[in-house]
């Protein structure tokens, strides 16, 4: 019997846009990174460099655990983030009482020279609710930012990292609001002081996938609204987070979900995943559940007018049938070039083991192809030795390992 595939990190370095006028194939970069906790018997998947591409966090998926480490890329030292209490070990399963959630924790970099990297993520007891948490390298323990018995996570830092916005469960019996949290002192090199939680908004059909605008000025969710039967639609705030913000809806579409917006970076731009269905007679035989067929990555442009967000959105998709919407990564939706002129994303195309393509916005062009890595998901970018890099993890023989980026263009 053959061995099972295991899943690694990889790195790829992302190439200089070429204008050719067809697609050019790029193969990913191979090079090991190592992990200090890399074991062959798990799987490491959801990589994150640090701004300063010193640190790289991942999540070990184990036995019957999730584990979150923290790898110091210059001596290969293991970091635990985890409050104490969550790094006790059960001696007969030989593993962490504690689950991470994948997809849930990321870095930002302070605005001031000599801030921490600091990482925000969550996770739970066995048996408990989760929580959001804050850490930096360095720290003995992490800071605890929703401090609340409900459930508390997808939790986003502000561009500044100078606010938090998550999701929490408080006061209701289903479901979750967007909250919102400052922290004071976030560019310095001290641990930041949280301020009090706020809720922006409270809808009956809850909130999900929350997060900032590019300039920082607005929050973004996703709600059905009034009614919980609704598709899914993307919500903004109006006015000052730091005071009363209104929330009204920005973009709806009949019949389709629209799941994970993400702002381009000069907010321009929003790109979202749209899930389509079964058709209804469909749905009727199955007992009227709505099972996605398919995701597909739209983009709508932005404008403002009269202090409130508008979208326009195109008349056809950018990319069609997207892998990576059916993976952990779409909880931070499309992947934006920090230019802001194209997006990343993975195909669904098990033939050729789901490519990564590089396309631009808003044509939909696709203007590079990355292969030799099969089943390539948690797409994010990162920066390491000065260079900048496509980092996910995939499938590669048998073995499991970290991977890091050796020659390529700068």
């Known amino acids: 019997m053959s061995a099972k595939p295991s899943m690694f990190l990889l790195l790829a370095l992302l190439l200089p846009c070429l204008l050719a006028p067809a697609a050019v194939a790029v193969d990913a970069e191979r090079v090991p990174l190592r992990a200090a906790e890399d074991r062959e018997q798990d799987r490491l998947v959801a990589p994150r460099l640090s701004p300063d591409g010193r640190y790289l966090a991942y999540v070990q998926l184990r036995a019957a655990a999730e584990v979150l480490l923290v790898t110091d890329l210059r001596d290969h030292r293991a970091l635990d983030p985890r409050p104490r209490g969550m790094r006790r070990k059960n001696a007969m399963f030989d593993q962490t009482e504690e689950r991470v959630f994948l997809g849930e924790h990321s870095w930002c970099a302070g605005s001031r020279p ?5 990482l925000l993520f969550s996770a739970a007891r066995a048996k408990d609710e989760k929580d959001v948490y804050l850490w930096a390298p360095g720290w003995e323990e992490p800071i605890s930012i929703s401090q609340s018995p409900a459930n508390d996570g997808f ?3 502000s561009p500044d990292c100078g606010a938090i916005v998550f999701l929490s469960g408080r006061g209701r019996e289903s479901g979750a609001d967007p909250y919102l949290v400052t922290l004071a ?35 973004l969710f996703v ?38 917006p993400s702002p381009s970076p000069d907010d321009a731009y929003l790109a979202y995943y749209v899930s389509s269905f079964a058709p209804k007679e469909t749905r009727a035989r199955d007992r009227g559940e709505r099972t996605a067929i398919r995701q597909d990555i739209h983009v709508a442009r932005l404008t403002v007018s009269g202090g409130k967000l508008a979208a326009a959105p195109g008349a056809a998709p950018l990319v069609t049938d997207v892998a990576d919407a059916h993976e952990n990564t779409y909880l931070h939706g499309p992947l934006w070039e920090p230019d802001g002129d194209s997006i990343v994303t993975v ?27 099969d089943f390539p998901k948690d797409l994010t970018f990162g920066a390491l030795d000065g260079r900048r890099v496509l980092l996910f993890s995939g499938l590669d023989g048998q073995t499991t390992s970290v991977f890091q980026r050796a020659q390529g263009t700068p």
């Open 114 to 118: 000599g801030a921490p990297n600091l």
């Open 155 to 157: 939790a986003r830092f």
């Open 185 to 219: 002192g976030s560019g310095g090199a001290l641990p930041p002081r949280p301020g009090p939680v706020r809720r922006l908004a409270s809808l009956p059909s809850g909130a999900l996938f929350p997060t900032f605008s590019a300039d920082g000025t607005r929050v």
């Open 223 to 260: 709600s059905a609204g009034d009614d919980p039967q609704r598709e899914l639609a993307v919500y903004a705030t109006a006015g000052p987070l730091g005071g009363e913000p209104t929330v009204s809806a920005l973009l709806r579409i009949p019949e389709h979900d629209i799941v994970a």
């Open 347 to 373: 195909l669904r195309d098990h033939q050729r083991g789901n490519p990564v393509i590089r396309v631009n916005v808003p044509g939909g062009k696709v203007l590079e192809t990355y292969g030799g890595v």
